[in-house]
Structures are given as structure tokens and as C-alpha cells.
């Protein structure tokens, strides 16, 4: 089955930085990438996503890259503020599966 | 609307009992979530049904976790004779097909004592 890896697990970053999260999958297959933030006590909530048939998509400070020959995908945060401050999930689905597997989540903390 | 919403919030069982989690998805929303989540954890796919089809059950971690789904719609998971490490939230997230956006309920949070 499909294998999510996510990295790094914690990110620390500075108001105003740049902050990147990297995943990895397995199934070339996979042709749905979305990205899910999680803030404390809350549900997941979608902030972007992205299909195999495009190579970047961008939602203002926040983008999302797409490399289907190397198999992975990142997210990228400009400008960030302590807002930001959450965990961050990727995850794989085949569109025939309909199955999402999901990567072990990334702490991020902006500090003020 | 109204999103994807989940009953009981919180369940404190004792060990052995048998508990029903209920998930009402978003109206018109074709495929169905269980997830569940340890403290600090991420997100342990459970159940997937879409529509009419046959449930995808491979996440499910023993036989005493079951899972239906009444007229394509509400969703009830059920586990049998709780144990301690059966605690958990449990979350159900619904989309408007098979490859979409997935709408999270705010979870079922199951303690077994």
C-alpha cells in the first residue's frame, strides 16, 4: 500500500521566516496531494492541494510543489506569523482508492 | 450549511464494554472517513465507504472494530470489548467525491478506563 513520509517532525521558525515541510510517497498512482493544518484541540482543516497534473500551486503565503518523478511534495510558508503555529498533515490518495494515507504530521511554532 | 458532526464528544468506557461512535456527514457527500488519533499522533486511517460500494476496511486494527453506513448517509463505528490503548479521538471526515477535499467533524474523544 501506499507509504507517506513526512519531515521534518518539529519546526521551529522566527516570525517573518520562511518554513518548508517535505513528504515523500510510495504509489506512483497517487495523483492527490492536499495539506491539512491542525491547530491545538481542533479538526484538520484543508489549506491547499494539489493534482499530479500540475507542478505548483500557489494560495498567497502559502505553496505547495509537486515533483511526481521524485515523488514528493512540499509545503512552503512565506511571511510566517504565530498564527501559523499548528500541525501540519500531507497526505497521498488514488483516485480509484478513494483511501487518503496520511504523513505523521509536522509541529510548527513561529515565534513572536 | 451545517458541517460534519459527530456524537458523543467525549465517551469515558470502562474496559470490556462496547461503545457506538455516530458520524452525520455533510448532506450530498458520497465518500466517508474514520480516523483515529492518539495524543500527539497522526491520523490513523480506519474505514472508507463511497457510496453503494463495498467499504474499504483495511485500516481497521482488530475484529472488534466495525463499521456501517445506513441509506449513504449517517455512519456509526462501533468497538467491541474496549481496551486501555482503544483510547483515542476518533474523527470522520466526509468529502463530495472519492478524491476531494475532506471535511473533518470535530472527533469523538474515547477514553476506556
Known amino acids: 500500500g501506499e507509504n507517506v513520509e513526512q519531515h521534518p517532525s518539529t519546526l521551529s521558525v522566527q516570525e517573518g521566516d520562511s518554513a518548508v515541510i517535505k513528504c515523500t510517497y510510495s504509489?506512483?498512482?497517487?495523483?492527490?496531494f492536499p495539506w491539512y493544518k491542525q491547530e491545538l484541540g481542533k479538526r484538520p482543516q484543508l489549506i491547499i492541494d494539489?493534482?499530479?497534473?500540475?507542478g505548483e500551486k500557489k494560495d498567497q503565503r502559502i505553496a505547495v510543489t509537486l515533483n511526481k518523478t521524485a515523488k514528493h511534495f512540499s509545503l512552503h510558508i512565506t511571511e510566517t506569523q504565530p498564527e501559523d503555529s499548528a500541525v501540519y498533515f500531507c497526505?497521498?490518495?488514488?483516485?480509484?482508492?478513494?483511501?487518503?494515507?496520511f504523513g505523521d504530521g509536522t509541529t510548527l511554532t513561529v515565534k513572536p | 450549511g451545517a458541517g460534519v458532526s459527530q456524537s458523543p464528544s467525549n465517551k469515558v468506557t470502562e474496559k470490556g464494554k462496547d461503545v457506538e461512535l455516530r458520524c452525520d456527514p455533510i448532506?450530498?457527500?458520497?465518500?466517508l472517513y474514520w480516523y483515529r488519533q492518539s495524543l500527539g499522533q497522526g491520523l490513523e486511517f480506519l474505514i472508507y465507504f463511497q457510496g453503494n460500494s463495498a467499504p474499504d476496511k483495511s485500516g481497521l486494527p482488530s475484529d472488534r472494530f466495525s463499521a456501517e453506513r445506513t441509506g449513504g448517509s449517517v455512519s456509526t463505528l462501533t468497538i467491541q470489548r474496549t481496551q486501555q490503548e482503544d483510547s483515542a479521538v476518533y474523527l470522520c471526515?466526509?468529502?463530495?467525491?472519492?478524491?476531494?477535499?475532506?471535511?473533518f467533524g470535530p472527533g469523538t474523544r474515547l477514553t476506556v478506563l
Open positions: 448532506s450530498g457527500h458520497t465518500a
Open positions: 504509489d506512483s498512482a497517487s495523483n492527490y
Open positions: 497526505a497521498a490518495s488514488i483516485s480509484n482508492a478513494g483511501k487518503s494515507t
Open positions: 471526515a466526509s468529502s463530495f467525491n472519492r478524491v476531494n477535499e475532506q471535511f
Open positions: 494539489i493534482r499530479s497534473n500540475v
